[in-house]
């Protein structure tokens, strides 16, 4: 199991409305900003399992060919909500909602952040 997950970012403070918009719809808020750190976490969970950070090497934040970071989703409109959120906060479609062949119950939606970063939303759930 993971305990967090960090999303590279050259301008947290343009990508943090991306991520509150895109990861509202998964039930993860905005809770803490640490420097141009972001933490985003389920409003019951004590700590952030998502960050949106600034490289700590100071080095420019690039995306990772073959990375995605998949989110759990409730439901299928969560997903769908997740994708439409992220679009019109200037995410880019990288996998319209749908149904994928993984198993019969796998509905995902994949975006890219304003940064490159490739983010998704799964509902396994039918």
Same mark, same amino acid.
């Given at each position: ?11 947290? *403070?343009?990508?943090?409305?991306? +991520?509150? $918009?895109? #990861?509202?719809? #998964? =039930?993860?808020?905005? @809770?803490?900003? !640490?420097? !141009?750190?972001? =933490? +985003?976490? &389920?409003?019951?969970? !004590? %700590? /952030? %399992? ?5 490289? +700590? ?13 998949? #989110?759990?989703?409730? !439901? @299928?409109? $969560? ?13 880019? /479609?990288? =996998?319209?909602?749908?149904? @994928?062949?993984? &198993? *019969? $119950? ?16 799964? /509902?396994?759930? *039918?």
């Amino acid at each position: 199991m993971l305990l967090y997950v960090t999303v590279g970012s050259n301008d947290p *403070a343009r990508a943090g409305p991306f +991520y509150d $918009a895109a #990861l509202a719809p #998964l =039930g993860l808020v905005r @809770r803490q900003e !640490s420097g !141009s750190d972001i =933490g +985003y976490a &389920h409003p019951d969970d !004590s %700590r /952030c %399992r998502v960050w949106v950070v600034a490289p +700590y090497d100071g080095r420019p934040a690039t995306v990772g060919n073959g990375v995605t970071i998949a #989110l759990d989703a409730a !439901s @299928r409109a $969560a997903v769908d909500a997740f994708h439409a959120e992220g679009l019109r906060m200037g995410g880019t /479609c990288e =996998g319209a909602p749908g149904l @994928r062949p993984f &198993h *019969a $119950a796998f509905y995902a939606a994949f975006l890219r952040d304003p940064d490159g970063n490739k983010i998704a939303a799964v /509902c396994e759930r *039918a």
